[in-house]
Each structure stands twice: as structure tokens, then as C-alpha cells.
């Protein structure tokens, strides 16, 4: 493979989405986000970290020092970012569900879910890179990590999220979508 700047991806401006389970996601990269997919609004300058990981196990033997043999005996993934908007979005995605009221005129309320509630839903993170865009789908998953927020004189209180990717034998666990040519060759490495 040859060296070729224009495939280092930059990801210059983007928006995380979140959606009910099961809502649609676009056939590709030329159709928009749509219908029940709600944006998240201001992330902090950190951006998205994307994490694709895996454990093994190890098969070792008396005389070798080495392993034999790796197998994969799990797999996860996860997206994490920071969001500075506080709204009733935002804060239910962090701090999994619960409800927001309006108890008395401009005066709103909201309530964390029960401790046993599980908050699972869909994700999406697009960003674009000069002419080409992308997008990231996680179709199932859930807020993984305690929120810790500080709320502090001099910086923005945000909203730490990690979503843990959720497997399922009905959907893929990740969708990437992109118009960038270089994924164009389907010759593998």
C-alpha cells in the first residue's frame, strides 16, 4: 500500500445523534439522519473517541514460553465525548432516561429513572473531512460509565458519555458509512 495523505481522516466538524431502538438508519451516506434521530448538539473540542476492542485468551503450553494460540473470547466497542449542551436530551442519555415535567409554567423538572431501568438505545456520530463524509452507527447500546460532572466558575459543567456497543443477533454491531474513495478498494490487506 502506498503512502497517500489523502487518506488520513480528520475529523474537522461533526454531531452525535441518539435514537429510539429499531428507528431507521439511512441505506447510505447521501441519505440523512431522519425521523426519530435527535442531535446532541455541542460536544467538547475532544471530540469522539472510538474504541474497538477485544479480549483473548491465551494457550500456553509446558515447553513454550511463548503462547501457542490466541482465541477471541469477547468483543466490545464504545464511543465517548463530552457534551456541553444541557437539555432534556442530553441529560437523559447521560444519566439513563428518566423524565421531564413542566410542574408549574417555564419551570421544568427532571426526574432520574429507577435504579433497575436499562436506557438502551441507538447512536450515531457524523463528521466530515473536506469533501468526504462519514458516518458512525452504533445500532444498539447503552451509557456505560458513572457521569461525573464538575461544576466549576471557570469552565463549562459537561456531560461525560461512554456508550457501550450492545451485541445482538438480529443487527450488525457497528455501521460505518463514508463516500471517501479510498474505501473504494476491496482488495484487503
Not at 111 to 135: C, K, N, S, Y
Amino acid at each position: 500500500m502506498a503512502k497517500d495523505p489523502s487518506e488520513i481522516v480528520i475529523g474537522a466538524n461533526g454531531s452525535i445523534y441518539t435514537a429510539p431502538l429499531g428507528s431507521p438508519i439511512p441505506a447510505n451516506i447521501t441519505a440523512p439522519l431522519g425521523g426519530a434521530w435527535v442531535e446532541l448538539g455541542y460536544a467538547s473540542e475532544d471530540g469522539v473517541t472510538w474504541v474497538d476492542g477485544k479480549s483473548l485468551q491465551s494457550i500456553r503450553a509446558w515447553q513454550s514460553f511463548y503462547d501457542l494460540r490466541r482465541i477471541v473470547t469477547s468483543k466490545e466497542g464504545s464511543l465517548a465525548f463530552s457534551l456541553m449542551q444541557w437539555n432534556g436530551n442530553t441529560v437523559r442519555l447521560a444519566f439513563g432516561g428518566g423524565e421531564v415535567t413542566e410542574p408549574a409554567p417555564n419551570a421544568y423538572r427532571y426526574t432520574p429513572p429507577d435504579p433497575q431501568d436499562i436506557d438502551e438505545r441507538m447512536l450515531a456520530v457524523e463528521w466530515e473531512d473536506g469533501d468526504h463524509d462519514f458516518r458512525l452507527v452504533f445500532p444498539k447500546g447503552m451509557v456505560s460509565d458513572n457521569v461525573e460532572v464538575n461544576i466549576v466558575r471557570t469552565a463549562a459543567g459537561l456531560l461525560p458519555i461512554t456508550f457501550a456497543l450492545l451485541g445482538s443477533a438480529e443487527l450488525e454491531p457497528f455501521i460505518l458509512d463514508t463516500n471517501h474513495p479510498a474505501f473504494e478498494d476491496t482488495q484487503g490487506s
